[in-house]
């Protein structure tokens, strides 16, 4: 089964937000699954601002990579694919009622998020973004 997934990457100063879904202990980039026949962009729009009360910038958003990785705790043909785009914002962040907290991650911070989260933070680290 095949989970796919939008993400927003968005760093400052070496760090990548994360947020925590209410009700779950597990942070993840902030993003979500479509709706529908929406596109990528369609659903990263509607997620963060949902999520985290900001309206992103469509023509600023940059393909950053696609990551697929299993699911602890679902069965072994489970898959989630998160398609990871950056973008500029308009507004403030703020965690909406779907989200308990949210968080800036280094690379330090690795081990705390879902696998598929873990392969863009190698990445991130590896050219140099995270810290």
């Given amino acids: ?3 796919d997934t939008v993400a927003w990457v968005r760093i400052e100063g070496g760090r ?3 947020a925590r879904p209410r009700g779950k ?3 993840y980039i902030p993003g979500g699954k479509r709706e529908g026949a929406e596109s990528d962009l369609e659903t990263l729009v509607r997620e963060i601002e949902e999520e985290l009360t900001v309206l992103l910038a469509p023509e ?3 393909h950053v990579g696609t990551y697929e990785a ?3 705790g679902l069965s072994d043909d489970t898959v989630v694919r998160m398609s990871c785009y950056t973008a500029e914002y308009r507004g403030t962040l703020a965690a909406s ?3 308990e907290a949210m968080t800036w991650f280094s690379y330090a911070d690795r081990a705390a998020v879902p696998p ?3 392969l863009l933070f190698d990445d991130l680290y590896a050219r140099g ?3």
Avoid: K, N, R, T
């Fill in 1 to 3: 089964m095949l989970i």
């Fill in 16 to 18: 990548i937000l994360c």
């Fill in 25 to 27: 202990d597990v942070f």
């Fill in 60 to 62: 600023s958003v940059a």
């Fill in 70 to 72: 299993g699911v602890p």
């Fill in 97 to 99: 009622s779907e989200i």
């Fill in 116 to 118: 598929v989260d873990q």
């Fill in 129 to 131: 973004e995270l810290a």
